[in-house]
């Protein structure tokens, strides 16, 4: 096994950071005209390159954010935790067209809604200086979009050494995209869930869409919530099923089990113990409204 103290041996994380405001303890979903309480709210850092990230952080590996930060209020309200996190944050350029960026998550029983705002380019102007960082192995690109935006990022990944994951996070306007797979060229790992691979295949099942991208990728991991997640590597197929915890929300789940699999991965540890931990990460994740906020209850969940 690795030692995440190695010099060589840090994590990149790049994706955009919001400002999540997460509505838990609602009666029913809401409506167009009606007005629908909910009895908890939190407002916390949210987006799956800062989540990816703290979950890294949390394990002992070293992580940078690779990112753009607004200088709005809502922005500059999220540096504390984000400070906090025990990611590097020498990477993180702050801007004024970066915010505010936010996200609203509603939450009901199994049922969730989103609405996001984006802000200003996905792309640093610390990502060259980044990349050839001489502690950086891994390039974790949060979302397809950001791929999207910077066409030359895994490319320029490969070119220094590094290798490369992706969560590709649903986006409705991009996740049909007939050239998504074409476009992911050069990824190692790919960690999408159900929704997002029956998307991308066109397969229901989860399992027949795992052996459909293992065809393109290296190592796939499908996330399928409660009912634990999938992976297939070099035509093996393993699977680890989801402990029965409390769920009080979901947001950022996928993205703590992405943090999971790819630190014991990038440690050596074989297959089915990269998903567990995985699956172990996710399942933390849900303990809290949040996608981080589970890290500072740890000890007690």
């Not at 994590?11 to 997460?22: M, N, T, W």
């Not at 940078?64 to 309200?77: F, I, K, N, P, V």
Request: aromatic share 6%; charged share 15%; net charge negative.
């Amino acid at each position: 096994m690795k030692s995440n103290s190695a010099e060589k041996n840090a994590v990149l994380s790049i994706g955009r950071i919001y400002c999540d405001l997460i509505f838990t303890g609602l009666e029913s979903m809401p409506v167009l005209g009606r007005e629908v309480f909910a009895s908890n709210m939190a407002i916390t850092g949210g987006g799956g390159a800062f989540i990816v990230a703290a979950y890294l952080a949390h394990t002992g590996r070293n992580t940078a954010l690779l990112a753009r930060l607004g200088t709005d209020s809502l922005s500059m309200g999220l540096l504390d935790q984000l400070g906090a996190s025990g990611i590097d944050l020498r990477f993180l350029e702050q801007a004024p067209d970066a915010g505010p960026q936010v996200s609203v998550a509603i939450n009901h029983s199994e049922e969730r809604a989103f609405l996001s705002r984006r802000a200003g380019s996905a792309q640093p102007a610390t990502l060259l200086p980044a990349l050839a960082w001489e502690k950086a192995t891994h390039l974790h690109i949060a979302e397809y979009a950001t791929l999207v935006e910077i066409p030359d990022l895994v490319r320029n990944a490969k070119a220094h050494g590094l290798t490369v994951s992706l969560d590709p996070s649903w986006d409705e306007t991009l996740i049909f995209d007939p050239a998504f797979i074409g476009n992911c060229a050069g990824v190692d790992i790919f960690l999408p869930n159900e929704e997002e691979a029956t998307a991308i295949t066109g397969l229901s099942d989860p399992v027949e869409s795992l052996r459909k991208l293992a065809e393109n990728f290296p190592v796939v991991v499908v996330k399928s919530g409660a009912r634990g997640a999938h992976l297939m590597v070099d035509g093996r197929y393993f699977y680890s099923v989801a402990p029965s915890v409390a769920v009080v929300d979901t947001t950022g789940a996928g993205d703590a089990c992405d943090a999971g699999f790819i630190n014991a991965w990038l440690d050596g540890l074989d297959p089915q113990s990269c998903l567990n931990a995985g699956v172990a990460l996710g399942s933390l994740a849900v303990q809290a409204a949040g996608g981080a906020t589970a890290l500072g209850q740890a000890a007690q969940l």
